[in-house]
């Protein structure tokens, strides 16, 4: 199947509204589709693999022109089990001697055991800190960190991206995979490849696995020839040096037959817990005087920040467009002459607060929800009215005048903020999460850290009005 045809059947697909997900097979039987478009029922949120076809994209059709698009791939969390806590907030130190700029990493050391060999792993694994492990109520979980693999280079591709095969699991990357160069000469994935361990099997070709003439074969290295192709004719074996291609990867061998060297044992040693070092650098306005006896934490909450963010809400809250808060830096210079009234052994910390968004689509994923809403049958407002009236009575509720840093949201504060200023026109208002795997109950309580504020960001897309609550508009497990 061409590409232009594939394409013709994912717009079909978007203009009858109908869900589908999008894989890749990497040797199809065809020899031609490397695309694969498959039913709805085929819609799940984790990465899949089936034979040689791996899903990459879920479309999920919700209603009128909503569509949901989930880019699918793994996440790995490193924990300690012991006594190590995590602090990350995602910036980077600049050091000042070489200019250099250096991450926060997670070093796994070159004395744990590699799990294919039994032996060490020979040298260390830098993983990169990605984010911190968030959960529903807000609570940032000191002992997980969400990891990468390292970019040293920043070149946007990871250094090794084997990494978590060669630290955590038996899976070998000198899996073999295939391409034959067509007459246009391109090369296409080919999985009809005998693979031979020992040179003496193949030329011999006798048995139970006996190649028959016109079978392409692949001598793996010996001690005195390196990787051959081959083509078996009527009475002998013909090299071949131009027609095929081979890349060492992981997971299945596409190969059609392995042909085992006899006697040949495979070591299957145990995983156990691993040694690791955690490297934190820390920006130079974090690092502390030590002679100081009293270390003052000023939060700042700037007025522009706050105008910033509220104009860029009614803006649509584009996630791109997302303002930051000032620096470390920038407040030390803007609040400068304030020091002059600290006591000499006093050292004050400047903290930048930043906005903690709730509901909207630019909040943390396991933040955003919608608000059920069921109406009085004596309401005078039309449902959009009502809706814009929900949204208004909400962003009150978030005034800076009620709130103050570090403090935690209960969503039965709000409902009853809300019922207050609409008690004639809403008989219930419950939130549930956006989430697939939500249920009832999460966001009922939120927390946040002493340098943040809550803040929402709902809009009348997150109200849907209902005609009672049941377990299933609840989403009640």
């Keep these: 199947m ?21 894989w890749y097979d990497y040797a199809p039987t065809d020899g031609e589709t490397f695309w694969v478009i498959r039913p709805p029922e085929s819609l799940d949120r984790q990465p899949q693999v089936n034979g040689t076809m791996i899903k990459l994209i879920a479309v999920d059709y919700l209603s009128g022109s909503l569509w949901r698009f989930q880019a699918l791939g793994i996440r790995y969390t490193f924990e300690s089990i012991k006594k190590v ?12 001697e070489t200019g250099l700029r250096y991450e926060d990493t997670v070093s796994i050391l070159k004395f744990n055991p590699d799990l294919r060999t039994g032996l060490g792993l020979g040298r260390n694994y830098d993983l990169a800190l990605s984010k911190t492990v968030t959960y529903s109520d807000g609570y940032a979980d000191p002992r997980r960190i969400t990891v990468q693999f390292s970019d040293r280079d920043e070149d946007g591709f990871p250094d090794d991206p084997d990494t978590y095969y060669k630290i955590a699991t038996q899976v070998s990357e000198d899996s073999l995979l295939f391409w034959q160069r067509g007459s246009d ?7 009809e490849v005998w693979v031979y361990e020992t040179e003496e099997d193949r030329a011999s070709n006798v048995g139970a696995v006996s190649a028959p003439p016109g079978t392409v074969a692949f001598q793996i290295a010996s001690d005195k020839k390196p ?18 291609r081979f890349a060492r990867g992981r997971g299945s061998n596409v190969a059609r037959q392995w ?56 803006n649509g809250a584009n996630p791109k467009d997302k303002p930051q808060p000032p620096t ?5 210079t803007t609040f400068g002459n304030y020091e002059s009234f600290k006591m000499f052994s006093d050292e004050i910390i400047w903290r930048p607060v930043r906005y903690k968004f709730l509901f909207g689509k630019s909040a943390d994923f396991g933040l955003q929800a919608t608000f059920k809403v069921v109406k009085l049958p004596t309401s005078t407002l039309s449902d959009g009215e009502t809706k814009a009236a929900i949204v208004n009575a909400i962003n009150a509720y978030f005034s800076t005048d009620y709130w ?18 609409l008690s ?11 989430t697939n795997d939500g249920s009832f109950g999460d966001g009922f309580e939120v927390s946040c850290r002493s340098d943040e504020l809550f803040i929402s960001t709902a809009t009348v897309e997150n109200v849907t009005l209902i005609s009672s609550n049941t377990p299933t508009n609840l989403r009640i497990r």
């Design 2 to 22: 061409k590409l232009s045809d594939t394409l013709n059947k994912i717009r079909a697909r978007l203009t009858a509204s109908l869900s589908f997900t999008l």
């Design 85 to 96: 806590r995590f602090y990350f907030d995602g910036k980077k130190a600049v050091d000042s």
């Design 404 to 421: 103050d840093f570090g403090e935690t949201f209960y969503f039965t504060e709000l409902a009853a903020y809300v019922h207050n200023q």
């Design 424 to 434: 004639t026109s809403i008989a219930s208002i419950v939130i549930v999460p956006l």
């Design 328 to 332: 470390e830096t920038a407040l030390r």
């Design 185 to 191: 000469g391109l090369f296409t994935p080919y999985n």
């Design 227 to 244: 990787e051959t192709f081959w083509l078996r004719t009527a009475n002998d074996w013909e090299q071949q040096y131009r027609g095929y």
């Design 259 to 314: 042909v085992v060297a006899g006697g040949r044992s495979t070591l299957t040693p145990e995983g156990s817990t691993l040694n690791f070092q955690w490297k934190h650098y820390a920006p130079s306005d974090h690092r502390v005087d030590p002679s100081k006896t009293n270390i003052i934490d000023m939060f700042v909450l700037t007025y522009e920040y706050d105008f910033l963010v509220r104009q860029w809400i009614r």
